[in-house]
C-alpha cells in the first residue's frame, strides 16, 4: 500500500474510533455518575489529540518522501517562449512545413475632376487611375471617394526536403472587383467579398497557377500612391499558367483569351483560342539596379480568324546615386493588347473586309524616385500608350492615346506604416482627335504587416 492510500485509509479509522468512543459517553451521561462523563470526556478529548498528532506526522512524512522537485520553470527573460499552440498549425502537410502570413491595411481617399464628362459612380475610374475611364465629351463633374478596398491579405507555405526538393504555395486575396455592385453599396454596408489574386504552387524551378505573366517586370514598377499609378505604361496581367526557371531565364505557358473590335470601340471576348500564351524573359541584376527583356509569342483567334501576334518588353532599374534611382519600362508590338495598360488596346480588330487584323500598340514610362532621408521619400512618373486605331473600321470613338503624370510624397513615421499625397494629370484622346483630361488629389494611409 503507497503512502497516499495509507493516509487515506487513516482518515476513516479515526473516524471510527471517534465514534467508538463517544457513544458510550453519551450512554454515560443518562447516569447520575458526572464524574464518570467528565473523566470520559478527557480521556475522548486526549485519543482525539494523539489521532490528529498520528495524522500530521503520516503527512509530514508523506511530503518528505515524496519525489524529488522539479527545476522552476523558467521565466520569460531567461528561458524559451511558450509555443503559440500545442499542435501544428497546418496538420495536413508535411512535417517541416513553415506557414506565413501578411498582407497590409491601405485607405484611399480621393478628390477628382474630370474636364469633359462624367466617371460613373462604382467603376474602377473612381478608384484608381484607369486610362480608358477618362471620359471625352461632356461637362466637367468633381468627386470624393473614399474606399479599403485594395487592401489585402496573403497565406503562403513552404519546405524544403532532406534531398534538397523545395516546395512552397501562396495565395493572396484583394477586396476589389468581387462582385461590389450587389454587395459593396455605399449606402450603409461597404462590404466587399474577397477577390483571388494569387494562387499558385511551386516545385524546384517550376510553377504552376495564378500569378504575374512572366511577361512583366514587376520589380521595374515606381512606387505611386495610387494602385499602380503608371498604367499607361504597363504591362500588367495576372493569369494561370505553367512555368520553368533556371537562372536568369525562365519560360512559360499562359492563359489565351482574344479581345477584339468589330466596327466600334467596344471590346469583345472572341473566348475560342486552342493555343496558350508563350512567354520568355531574361533578367540580371547588380549594384547598379536591373535589366529585363521578354518576348511574347500568341494566338488571336476570334470565329475562324487566326493570326500570330505577340510584342517585345524591356524593363528594369538603374541606381544614380545614394538617394536616387530610374525606373522604367518600354513594351509593343501587334497584338499585344490586353497584356497592357489594363487592356486599354484590343488584341485586334475586324478590318472593313471584316477580316482579322492585329492591333499594333506601344506604350512606356519612366519615373524617378528621390529619397529626402530614411522616412520621406518622392516618386515624379510619366506613362503613354499609343495605338495605331484605324478610324474607318472601328469609329472616331476609339481610344488612340492616353498619357499621365504624377508626383507624391510618402512619409513613413514608423516601419512599414506609409502616409502618402499624390497629385496626377491624365488625358485621353480619340482617334477623331477629341481629348478629354483628369486632375487628381490622392491621399493614403498604408500599414503592412
Known sequence: ??????????RPMAAAIFLALAVPGVAGAQTTKEQEQDARILHLEAE?????????????????????????APTPASGPAAPIQATTILPAAAPDSRFSFGGFIKLDAMSTWTGDGEIADATPGRMFYFPGGTPVGGDSHSYNDFHAQFSRVWFGVDRKTEEGDTFKAMVEFDFFGGGNTNVGNEKFSNGYPPTLRHAYVGWNNWLAGQTWTNFMDLGSLPE??????????????????????RGP?????????????????????AGSNNVPDVTARWQTRGDWGHFSVAGLVRQLKAGD?????????????????DSDSLQYMVSGGPGIGRYLAFG???????????????QDMVAGFAGWRHNFSPKLRSTLAYSTARIDTDA???????TRNTQSVRANLIYSPFPKLDVGAEISWAERELSNGETGDLKRLHTTVKYTF
Not at 525562365?250 to 468589330?262: C, D, F, I, K
Request: proline fraction near 5%; hydrophobic fraction near 45%.
Open 1 to 10: 500500500m503507497d503512502q497516499m492510500t495509507r493516509m487515506t485509509a487513516l
Open 48 to 72: 482525539l489529540q494523539a489521532m490528529k498528532d498520528l495524522l500530521m506526522a503520516h503527512q509530514v512524512t508523506t511530503a518528505a518522501t515524496a519525489a524529488p522537485a522539479q527545476p522552476a
Open 224 to 245: 505611386t500612391v495610387d494602385f499602380v499609378g503608371v498604367v499607361d505604361g504597363t504591362v500588367f496581367v495576372r493569369q494561370a499558367q505553367i512555368r520553368y526557371t
Open 249 to 269: 531565364w525562365s519560360v512559360s505557358l499562359e492563359n489565351p483569351q482574344t479581345w477584339y473590335q468589330a466596327g466600334s470601340p467596344a471590346h469583345v471576348n
Open 305 to 321: 480568324d487566326t493570326l500570330v501576334g505577340g510584342g517585345v518588353s524591356v524593363a528594369g532599374s538603374f541606381k544614380l546615386g
Open 344 to 358: 486599354l488596346g484590343p488584341d485586334a480588330y475586324l478590318d472593313v473586309d471584316g477580316s482579322l487584323e492585329a
Open 392 to 398: 474607318a473600321a472601328i469609329g472616331p470613338a476609339a
